[in-house]
Protein backbone atom coordinates (compact mmCIF):
# COMPACT_ATOMS: atom_id res chain seq x y z
CA UNK A 1 0.00 0.00 0.00
CA UNK A 2 1.25 3.85 -0.47
CA UNK A 3 2.06 5.39 2.97
CA UNK A 4 1.54 9.09 2.74
CA UNK A 5 3.56 11.06 5.87
CA UNK A 6 2.63 14.14 6.40
CA UNK A 7 4.90 16.86 8.28
CA UNK A 8 4.38 18.40 10.79
CA UNK A 9 1.94 16.63 13.04
CA UNK A 10 0.95 19.60 14.26
CA UNK A 11 1.60 23.53 14.33
CA UNK A 12 1.16 26.77 15.20
CA UNK A 13 1.32 30.27 13.64
CA UNK A 14 -0.13 33.33 14.02
CA UNK A 15 -3.18 34.71 11.74
CA UNK A 16 -1.60 36.19 8.56
CA UNK A 17 1.10 34.39 8.66
CA UNK A 18 2.20 32.16 5.29
CA UNK A 19 1.85 28.38 6.34
CA UNK A 20 3.29 25.45 4.28
CA UNK A 21 2.08 21.45 5.00
CA UNK A 22 4.24 18.75 3.52
CA UNK A 23 2.44 15.38 2.40
CA UNK A 24 5.59 12.51 1.50
CA UNK A 25 4.31 9.67 -0.82
CA UNK A 26 6.10 6.54 -0.17
CA UNK A 27 5.81 5.57 -4.20
CA UNK A 28 4.89 7.14 -7.24
CA UNK A 29 1.55 8.94 -7.80
CA UNK A 30 1.65 11.55 -10.45
CA UNK A 31 -0.48 14.07 -9.16
CA UNK A 32 -2.83 11.87 -7.99
CA UNK A 33 -3.36 13.91 -4.36
CA UNK A 34 -5.79 16.00 -2.60
CA UNK A 35 -6.17 17.78 0.39
CA UNK A 36 -9.04 17.86 2.67
CA UNK A 37 -9.98 20.39 5.49
CA UNK A 38 -11.55 18.91 9.33
CA UNK A 39 -13.36 20.69 11.40
CA UNK A 40 -15.17 19.19 14.27
CA UNK A 41 -18.50 17.64 13.71
CA UNK A 42 -18.26 18.69 10.53
CA UNK A 43 -17.06 16.00 7.07
CA UNK A 44 -13.88 16.62 5.42
CA UNK A 45 -13.90 19.66 2.73
CA UNK A 46 -11.64 19.22 -0.16
CA UNK A 47 -9.45 21.99 -0.69
CA UNK A 48 -6.97 20.95 -3.30
CA UNK A 49 -7.15 17.93 -6.49
CA UNK A 50 -4.91 16.65 -8.91
CA UNK A 51 -1.86 18.39 -6.94
CA UNK A 52 -2.46 21.69 -7.39
CA UNK A 53 -5.85 22.51 -8.37
CA UNK A 54 -8.27 24.43 -6.29
CA UNK A 55 -11.49 22.83 -5.52
CA UNK A 56 -14.78 24.97 -5.89
CA UNK A 57 -15.79 27.26 -3.31
CA UNK A 58 -11.80 27.50 -2.25
CA UNK A 59 -10.41 30.82 -1.13
CA UNK A 60 -7.68 31.66 -3.04
CA UNK A 61 -5.25 32.09 -0.38
CA UNK A 62 -5.14 28.28 -0.21
CA UNK A 63 -2.49 26.63 -2.88
CA UNK A 64 -1.17 22.89 -3.72
CA UNK A 65 2.24 22.48 -5.08
CA UNK A 66 4.25 19.32 -5.76
CA UNK A 67 8.38 18.25 -5.96
CA UNK A 68 8.66 14.90 -7.10
CA UNK A 69 7.18 13.01 -4.24
CA UNK A 70 6.87 16.00 -1.77
CA UNK A 71 3.17 17.93 -2.13
CA UNK A 72 3.00 20.84 -0.37
CA UNK A 73 -0.81 22.86 1.08
CA UNK A 74 -0.25 26.70 1.41
CA UNK A 75 -2.23 29.43 3.38
CA UNK A 76 -0.60 32.46 2.03
CA UNK A 77 -2.34 34.13 5.12
CA UNK A 78 -3.84 32.44 8.02
CA UNK A 79 -7.13 33.14 8.96
CA UNK A 80 -8.91 32.28 12.19
CA UNK A 81 -11.36 30.04 10.13
CA UNK A 82 -8.66 27.72 8.88
CA UNK A 83 -7.78 25.97 12.18
CA UNK A 84 -8.63 22.82 11.42
CA UNK A 85 -6.65 19.12 11.02
CA UNK A 86 -5.59 19.10 7.37
CA UNK A 87 -5.33 15.46 5.76
CA UNK A 88 -3.83 14.37 2.20
CA UNK A 89 -5.45 11.60 0.39
CA UNK A 90 -3.43 9.77 -2.57
CA UNK A 91 -5.97 8.70 -5.16
CA UNK A 92 -3.49 7.03 -8.12
CA UNK A 93 -4.49 3.45 -6.86
CA UNK A 94 -6.51 1.41 -4.11
CA UNK A 95 -6.36 0.94 -1.36
CA UNK A 96 -6.52 4.84 -1.51
CA UNK A 97 -4.77 6.04 1.60
CA UNK A 98 -5.12 9.19 3.80
CA UNK A 99 -2.03 10.74 5.51
CA UNK A 100 -2.15 11.21 9.67
CA UNK A 101 -2.95 14.86 9.17
CA UNK A 102 -1.49 18.04 10.52
CA UNK A 103 -3.03 19.74 13.12
CA UNK A 104 -3.31 23.67 12.94
CA UNK A 105 -3.64 25.98 15.77
CA UNK A 106 -3.72 29.33 16.56
CA UNK A 107 -0.29 30.67 18.41
CA UNK B 1 -27.40 20.79 -4.16
CA UNK B 2 -25.39 17.36 -3.84
CA UNK B 3 -26.66 15.65 -0.55
CA UNK B 4 -25.29 12.31 0.73
CA UNK B 5 -27.47 11.30 3.96
CA UNK B 6 -26.21 8.08 5.88
CA UNK B 7 -28.30 6.05 8.47
CA UNK B 8 -28.33 2.65 10.55
CA UNK B 9 -25.40 2.99 13.01
CA UNK B 10 -25.74 2.36 16.58
CA UNK B 11 -24.46 0.45 19.69
CA UNK B 12 -23.86 -3.00 18.48
CA UNK B 13 -22.03 -6.01 20.03
CA UNK B 14 -18.99 -7.70 19.08
CA UNK B 15 -19.17 -10.25 16.84
CA UNK B 16 -22.86 -9.06 15.56
CA UNK B 17 -23.55 -7.22 12.32
CA UNK B 18 -24.99 -3.95 11.22
CA UNK B 19 -25.93 -2.52 7.86
CA UNK B 20 -25.42 1.24 7.09
CA UNK B 21 -27.39 2.99 4.36
CA UNK B 22 -26.49 6.25 1.99
CA UNK B 23 -29.07 8.17 0.51
CA UNK B 24 -27.96 10.58 -2.54
CA UNK B 25 -29.66 13.09 -4.24
CA UNK B 26 -28.70 16.40 -6.33
CA UNK B 27 -27.02 14.61 -8.81
CA UNK B 28 -27.70 11.23 -11.19
CA UNK B 29 -25.99 8.68 -8.31
CA UNK B 30 -25.52 5.57 -11.58
CA UNK B 31 -23.21 8.06 -13.19
CA UNK B 32 -20.44 7.41 -10.09
CA UNK B 33 -18.61 5.58 -8.37
CA UNK B 34 -18.80 5.58 -4.40
CA UNK B 35 -16.87 4.98 -0.70
CA UNK B 36 -17.20 4.51 2.65
CA UNK B 37 -14.45 6.37 5.47
CA UNK B 38 -14.27 6.57 8.69
CA UNK B 39 -12.73 7.72 11.65
CA UNK B 40 -12.38 6.44 14.63
CA UNK B 41 -12.36 7.88 17.72
CA UNK B 42 -9.02 10.38 18.12
CA UNK B 43 -7.80 8.90 14.80
CA UNK B 44 -7.27 9.95 11.36
CA UNK B 45 -9.32 9.26 8.03
CA UNK B 46 -9.32 5.50 6.91
CA UNK B 47 -10.59 4.47 3.42
CA UNK B 48 -12.82 1.49 3.93
CA UNK B 49 -14.82 0.23 0.44
CA UNK B 50 -15.32 1.21 -3.28
CA UNK B 51 -17.95 0.31 -5.22
CA UNK B 52 -18.07 1.54 -9.28
CA UNK B 53 -20.90 3.23 -10.74
CA UNK B 54 -22.07 -0.25 -11.99
CA UNK B 55 -21.02 -2.33 -8.94
CA UNK B 56 -18.45 -4.09 -11.91
CA UNK B 57 -15.22 -2.58 -9.40
CA UNK B 58 -14.88 -3.64 -5.66
CA UNK B 59 -12.02 -2.98 -3.65
CA UNK B 60 -11.78 -2.94 0.53
CA UNK B 61 -9.05 -2.10 2.93
CA UNK B 62 -7.22 -5.03 4.31
CA UNK B 63 -8.76 -4.21 7.66
CA UNK B 64 -12.13 -5.29 6.51
CA UNK B 65 -11.74 -7.50 4.31
CA UNK B 66 -13.94 -10.78 3.96
CA UNK B 67 -16.24 -8.90 6.93
CA UNK B 68 -17.84 -6.08 5.22
CA UNK B 69 -19.62 -6.12 1.98
CA UNK B 70 -20.47 -2.75 -0.37
CA UNK B 71 -23.19 -2.68 -2.74
CA UNK B 72 -25.55 -0.23 -4.17
CA UNK B 73 -28.80 -0.05 -5.86
CA UNK B 74 -29.50 2.32 -8.26
CA UNK B 75 -32.75 2.44 -8.84
CA UNK B 76 -32.88 4.03 -4.97
CA UNK B 77 -30.26 6.44 -5.27
CA UNK B 78 -28.77 4.04 -1.97
CA UNK B 79 -25.58 3.03 -1.30
CA UNK B 80 -24.83 0.47 1.37
CA UNK B 81 -22.10 -1.42 3.83
CA UNK B 82 -22.85 -4.44 5.58
CA UNK B 83 -20.97 -5.18 8.51
CA UNK B 84 -20.23 -8.05 10.13
CA UNK B 85 -17.97 -10.31 12.58
CA UNK B 86 -17.83 -6.28 14.19
CA UNK B 87 -14.60 -5.83 16.24
CA UNK B 88 -14.18 -3.08 18.66
CA UNK B 89 -11.72 -1.51 16.64
CA UNK B 90 -14.74 -0.77 14.07
CA UNK B 91 -15.94 1.39 16.33
CA UNK B 92 -15.92 4.81 13.91
CA UNK B 93 -17.68 7.73 12.54
CA UNK B 94 -18.48 6.10 9.21
CA UNK B 95 -18.67 8.48 6.08
CA UNK B 96 -19.74 8.33 2.54
CA UNK B 97 -17.96 9.71 -0.24
CA UNK B 98 -18.96 10.64 -3.74
CA UNK B 99 -15.89 9.91 -6.35
CA UNK B 100 -15.33 12.37 -8.78
CA UNK B 101 -16.43 11.20 -12.37
CA UNK B 102 -13.44 12.08 -13.94
CA UNK B 103 -9.91 10.72 -13.66
CA UNK B 104 -8.12 13.37 -12.27
CA UNK B 105 -11.04 14.78 -10.11
CA UNK B 106 -11.37 10.82 -9.08
CA UNK B 107 -10.65 12.03 -4.92
CA UNK B 108 -13.99 11.49 -2.74
CA UNK B 109 -15.45 15.78 -4.05
CA UNK B 110 -18.72 15.25 -2.15
CA UNK B 111 -19.26 13.52 1.95
CA UNK B 112 -21.85 13.12 4.00
CA UNK B 113 -22.21 13.94 7.81
CA UNK B 114 -21.36 10.67 8.69
CA UNK B 115 -22.92 7.81 10.70
CA UNK B 116 -21.65 6.46 14.75
CA UNK B 117 -21.13 3.01 14.66
CA UNK B 118 -20.27 1.76 17.95
CA UNK B 119 -18.73 -2.04 18.81
CA UNK B 120 -19.08 -2.82 22.72
CA UNK B 121 -20.40 -5.26 25.10
Known amino acids: DIQLTQSPSSMSASLGDRVSLTCQSSQGIGNYLSWYQHKPGKPPKPMIYYATNLADGVPSRFSGSRSGSDYSLTISSLESEDIAIYYCLQYDEYPYTFGAGTKLELK | EVQLVESGGGLVQPGRSLKLSCVASGFTFSNYGMNWIRQAPGKGLEWVAYISSGSSFIHYAGAVKGRFTISRDNAKNTLYLQMTSLRSEDTALYFC??????????????WGQGVIVTVSS
Open chain 2, 97 to 110: ARRGAAISTSYFDY
